[in-house]
């Protein structure tokens, strides 16, 4: 008898071992779950305030008033001249989509391949590619000369009898991201109408349940409406995947179809479509850590999401590491004699050099010192350093293939050198600010956590008793025949 | 006149026997309906299966959006010929890409609409609901004549409806 | 020679530059700078690589003190057959302009992308950084026949096109062919060793014709395949670049 009891007690703990293991077998009923989440959402403390109002006034700062008097004076108060007619604006488009394919594309995979844990993810990576995008979206604009005529590249019939040029890259960009940022809006809307249905429901202030009824669109649960969501959702999985990868790939294109030794290069597509995600993943890894701390979810973000979200860093790391290492290898290995004199100029002792040599330690070196024990990847604060380590080294990777590549071309007489302008840093550090603002604003507007979602996967998931122990196991319910 | 009622449950189990008994008392399968807080398969509460057609809404939109493509890239062009760099006015190795990006861009739109269309979304005015549904109550919705619903409505207390709301009286 | 040109191949506008002959005076340069209205930036700008000169002289050292040589090699707008520069545009603002087969450049499409500047292999286009500046009584001098840019759009050598305009109307109305020699780009007129050499490549008998089938010739970054208008003469031992 004592040794069943003992059994029992031993199960009992293993039960509790699992449960902590799992968010989707450490069941809770749906109305705390709906109160949790609505209450991280709704409540506004002082800091939020504090913060969203520095935020407010970078975003002035850089994007209202250090734009404007760049649109004033002429794009010669950027710090870009002959040859490096590209600066940090076109790297920081790079690095803004990149960001934006993490979310996005690690949501559609995930769900692709029915990967369970990321159910408590998916709303959060997907909206940071929603705001990424916007971000980056606006660079174009902010690089052109003549930013009052952006509505030339616009393809409609106007008095001007010209239709846009339909085979520069440019116009490929411009199409690319509309049909992504039109794709992950709605990719993200979709999941989140019975959410939003959920807060109309329990809403106590009167202009958010005005608020949700409008965005739910008066979403009930019927069975049609769960039946036509669930095929439209996986029919926009498989096909923003394609698209993501189309977008990075047409931003390489950018560059790959020119003529600028060091741009044109076929690998170019692939590398960039790895580099994004691999930005995007050291993005999301940050942003999740930085949600669990500051929206109180450490129920839904567990270590086994920290520690999931840090393995697919690793890969990517090495994934990345591989394409860098393609295309430089064959490229030093060729000696064109242009491509020698950008080695010349970061590598050993050029004046490009911190970058080069930072890129591959923030991009390799510590990301894989970090993430390699699972202690690594389940600490919050490691696995956040690895993604800004990330972040650092990719953006280092595009500033060395827009201004620094362009400073090194066929004619050593006009060879040239760029340091970003005051202005350029304000612009960028205005638009990494509404990156963050818009986050901040969002997580009091909409639920950042797909409660349906969770409580779907947590009816789905049970912990069976097989023999003398415990298995976890997974009922597909909505498979059901 | 045979008004609409809503029906909550606490779980699957109960729901799904509330459907049975309903069947008995001679509600037919069209009338009645189910709303979750979550999606619940057909099979599972031994409803007829959904009919999803989204198809025929993607496929016309990926060849609309593959049309709008080809005009814009090639005909576009053709209306007014500008060469550059050496290439041919009509190419079809650079149009490919907008090409692509407009049939994608076809087959998103046309799925959001088609899930509009099918869902019958938005629908801001509907009063069949309860909040209670996204706490996780299961909603049984259900026609039935004022004469018989005195027996409908013990029957399914029974079964453990924790509350019947009379949604509206109905014209048909 | 190009793929696909299109238009009436009527003219094929050439330059011929030898650079044996080059003393690196820079007359091209100026005389550019005062055909077409190009701003004067000033020397801060000019060392941030912002110089505005549709004409560049390059000049390379050649050997060791003090038995050293400089070379010069005067670099504008290519006319490239097959221009690199125009595919990227995204509105057309740069194109293949039929009768004269040269690169035109269309002020009032540029929105200022950059993109031609830096897919252009010789590094000829340049970009108006701020509104030009012409001091009293500097405005004065501006060429009529000439725009002036207006910030954030992108211009180059234009073989000056309103000079080629001018005689191709002239000839029109008088109901002539075009004598050889008789359009003259700015710099070809100002070049006093007469390095420069302006012409029809399409007339068999110009002089740009007869220079062009010299053993001298040659052609910038010519394995790219951009077909240039703009062609080189050097000469064997005495003169290498």
């Known amino acids: 008898m004592s040794s069943d009891r003992g059994h029992e007690q031993e199960l009992a703990h293993l039960e509790r071992e699992l449960k902590a293991r799992d968010l989707l077998l450490d069941r809770r009923s749906r109305e705390e779950m709906n109160y949790e989440v609505m209450h991280a959402m709704e409540r506004i403390s002082l800091g939020w305030l504090l913060a969203a109002f520095v935020l407010g006034g970078l975003v002035f700062l850089g994007l209202g008033l250090a734009w404007a008097y760049q649109i004033k004076w002429g794009l010669g108060v950027a710090g870009i001249n002959r040859p490096v007619f590209w600066g940090v604006y076109i790297a920081n488009f790079v690095f803004w989509i990149g960001i934006s394919h993490a979310g ?30 916007m971000v980056a979206g606006m660079y174009p604009l902010i690089h052109m000369g003549r930013t009052w005529r952006f509505y030339w590249m616009l393809p409609a019939p106007t008095q001007r009898l010209i239709w846009p040029n339909f085979r520069s890259p440019l116009m490929w960009d411009m199409m690319a991201i509309l049909t992504y940022l039109t794709g992950s809006l709605i990719f993200l809307y979709l999941p989140l109408i019975p959410d939003m249905a959920m807060a109309r429901d329990h809403s106590k202030a009167k202009i958010r349940r005005k608020l949700f009824q409008i965005l739910s669109l008066g979403w009930r649960g019927t069975e049609a409406e769960w039946k036509h969501l669930h095929v439209a959702m996986a029919i926009f999985t498989f096909i923003i995947i394609p698209v993501a990868a189309s977008v ?105 050099a911190p970058f080069f040599y930072g890129m591959l330690v923030t991009n390799i070196v510590i990301p894989i010192a970090l993430l390699w024990s699972r202690a690594g990847r389940t600490t919050p604060w490691t696995l956040a350093l690895a993604g800004i380590s990330i972040n650092i080294g990719m953006y280092l990777e595009r500033y060395i293939i827009v201004p620094v590549t362009l400073s090194r071309n066929r004619f050593p007489f006009s060879w040239g050198h760029y340091v970003p302008s005051p202005v350029e840093l304000l612009i960028s550090l205005g638009s990494l600010s509404m990156f963050i603002l818009l986050y901040v604003l969002l997580s009091r507007i909409v639920p950042l956590i797909s409660v349906w979602e969770v409580q779907e996967g947590q009816v789905m998931h049970v912990i069976r008793r097989v023999g003398r122990t415990l298995v976890p196991g997974v009922v597909h319910w909505h498979k059901a025949e | 006149m045979r008004d609409r009622y809503l029906a909550l449950f606490d779980d699957v189990e109960h729901a799904v026997e509330a459907l049975t008994e309903l069947r008995a008392l001679g509600v037919p399968e069209g009338e009645i309906s189910v709303i979750s807080g979550i999606p619940v398969a057909e099979a599972i509460m031994g409803r007829p299966k959904v009919a999803n057609l989204m198809a025929r809404w993607a496929l016309p939109g990926a060849l609309i959006g593959l049309v709008v493509g080809v005009l814009f890239t090639m005909g576009t062009t053709l209306m007014y010929p500008i060469h550059v760099g050496g290439q041919p006015i009509v190419s079809l190795p650079p149009s490919m890409v907008i090409i692509y990006e407009f049939t994608m861009l076809g087959v998103i739109l046309a799925t959001l ?60 | 020679m190009s793929r696909q040109n299109g238009g009436t191949q009527e003219h094929r506008w050439a330059m011929i530059v030898d650079i044996d002959k080059c003393t690196g005076c820079g007359a091209c340069i100026t005389a550019c700078y005062a055909e077409n209205n190009i701003p004067v930036v000033g020397e801060e700008e000019i060392h941030k690589g912002r110089h505005m000169g549709w004409v560049r002289i390059e000049r390379y050292w050649e050997g060791e003190y003090p038995d050293i040589r400089a070379r010069f090699i005067p670099i504008m707008c290519q006319q490239c057959g097959e221009a690199p520069c125009e595919p990227v ?32 292999p010789y590094i000829a286009r340049v970009f108006n950084w701020f509104d030009p500046v012409f001091p009293e009584p500097l405005h004065e001098q501006l060429n009529p026949d000439v725009t002036v840019r ?50 029809d490549l399409n007339d068999p008998h110009s002089k740009v014709a007869r220079l062009a089938q010299s053993r001298r010739a040659f052609k910038l970054l010519e394995d790219l395949g951009t077909e240039p208008a703009v062609i080189y003469l050097k000469g064997g031992d005495a003169h290498v670049v």
């Open chain 1, 104 to 133: 996005t594309l690690i949501s559609a995979i995930l769900r692709a391949v029915g990967a369970e844990w990321r159910r408590p993810i998916t709303r959060a990576a997907e909206a940071m590619t929603v705001f990424a995008l």
């Open chain 1, 248 to 352: 990075h790939t047409i931003v390489s294109w950018d560059f790959a179809m020119s003529n600028v030794p060091g741009w044109k290069s076929t690998i170019f597509g692939p590398y960039f479509v790895v580099g994004a995600i691999y930005s995007g993943v050291g993005a999301l890894g940050v942003v999740l850590v930085l949600v669990r701390k500051f929206m109180g979810f450490g129920y839904y973000l567990r270590e086994q999401h920290l520690d999931n979200i840090g393995k697919i860093m690793l890969t990517m790391t090495f994934f990345w590491t591989y394409f860098w290492y393609n295309g430089y290898l064959t490229e030093w290995y060729g000696a064109e004699r242009a491509l020698d004199f950008l080695r010349e100029f970061m590598t050993y002792t050029g004046p490009a």
């Open chain 2, 113 to 172: 609409t088609g899930l509009l269309a099918q869902a019958e979304l938005p629908r801001l005015r509907e009063k069949a609901y309860h909040p209670a549904i996204s706490h996780g109550a299961i909603g049984v919705l259900f026609r039935c004549d004022d004469a018989g619903f005195a027996q409908v409505r013990e029957r399914l207390l029974a079964l453990g409806a924790s509350e019947i709301i009379h949604v509206d009286r109905s014209e048909s």
């Open chain 3, 89 to 120: 545009c995204p509105v057309f603002a740069t194109y293949h302009s039929e009768t004269e087969n040269i690169n035109v450049q269309v002020y009032n499409r540029c929105v200022g992308t950059r993109f031609c500047a830096n897919n252009c």
């Open chain 3, 150 to 199: 207006s910030r954030g759009i992108m211009e180059k050598c234009t073989f000056c096109i309103q000079r080629i305009r001018q005689v191709e109307e002239e000839a029109k109305a008088e109901g002539r062919p075009i004598e050889d020699g008789e359009v003259q780009p700015a710099c070809v007129q100002a070049c006093p060793t007469e390095a420069l050499v302006f012409g």
